[in-house]
C-alpha cells in the first residue's frame, strides 16, 4: 500500500469518465502522481491521452469522477489548478513575427509579471534552453526543435508545479528530440511534475519514472519501465526463418503466443529468461530438426513489447 498522503499526490484522479455522444473516451480512470517525477502516458490513437489531459488541466470538464492537481480540485478551484499548471500542446502557440525573447516577455507580462521582471525571466529561459543567441530573431526562422523548446520556456514563466506535454517532440528529427528529452529531464530534476503524453516508447523508456497505459479509456497497466518490461518478459529471443513455411510451422509451435509476429520480415519474437539453457530448449522445442531457423538473436524486452502485449496490437 503507497504512504504518500492523499495531499501530498502532484495528480491524483479517481474515476474519470468522459463521452462524447457515444462514444465514451475515458471509462472510470484512476492515476497518482508523485512531486517531481516524470509520468508518461502511453496509449494507441484514441485511447484518451489528450482527453485526460484537457480535463487534468481544466480545459473539459469530466462527466464523473474527480481530480486534483498540485493540491486544487480540477472543477470547483480551477483558477487555481490553471495558476499551479502549465500545458505545451502538439503544436507550438507562438507568434512567429515577433522574436523569441518578446514572445517570452509578453507572456510574462499576460501572467502578471511586471515590465522589468518579465524580461529578466525571459532573459533566464532563453538561457536555460539554450536560445540566447537566437533570442532576438523572430521565431518564424526558427527550426522546430527551437520552437518546441521556446514554447515549453513560454509556459515556465511563473514556475508551474506542474507541467502537461502532450506529444512533445511530435515531428522533431532525432537531434531535436534528444534536445527535448534533455529539458524534460533537467524540469525534473528542478522539482517541477511532468506529465507527458507520447508514441515513442523509447522516449517514455528514458525519461519517465512511472509509465501508464491507456486503452479504449481504461488504465490497463501502471508502474515504472523496469517493472511493467519485466511483466512481458526479461528477455525476449528474436528468431529469423528461412521462408515463409518454416514461418508459419515455427508460429504454430509458439506456446501461448509471440511477442512480436512479422509476417513480411519472417521474424518471429517469444519471451526468455535470457539463459543459455532456456534459450537453447526454445531452440530444440521451436526448431526441432534445426532447419528452419536462420538466425537468432537475445534482445532485452522493451516498452514496445510491453505495449504491443498490452494493447493486443
Known sequence: MDSTPA????????GLRKRYGAVRVLDGLD??????????LLGPNGAGKTTAVRILTTLTAPDAGRARVAGHDVVTARSRVRRAVSLTGQYAALDEEQTGEENLRMMGRLRGLPRRQAARRAAELLERFGLTDAGRRRVVTYSGGMRRRLDI??????????????????????????TMWEVVASLAESGVTVFLTTQYLEEADQLAHQ??????????AEGAPEEL???????RLDLTLVDRHAYEAVHARVVGGAL??????????????GSAAHVRALLD????ARVEIARFTVQGATLDDVFLELTHE
Open 7 to 14: 495531499e501530498g499526490w502532484a495528480i491524483e484522479a479517481r
Open 31 to 40: 492515476l497518482r502522481v508523485r512531486p517531481g517525477s516524470v509520468c508518461a
Open 153 to 178: 520556456a513560454a509556459g515556465l514563466t511563473r514556475d508551474p508545479e506542474v507541467v502537461f506535454l502532450d506529444e512533445p517532440t511530435t515531428g522533431l528529427d532525432p537531434r531535436s528530440r534528444r
Open 211 to 220: 509509465v501508464a497505459v491507456l486503452d479504449r479509456g481504461r488504465l490497463i
Open 229 to 235: 518490461k519485466r511483466r512481458v518478459a526479461a528477455r
Open 260 to 273: 512480436h509476429a512479422s509476417p513480411g520480415e519472417l521474424l518471429l519474437s517469444v519471451p526468455t529468461d
Open 285 to 288: 522445442e521451436l526448431d526441432p
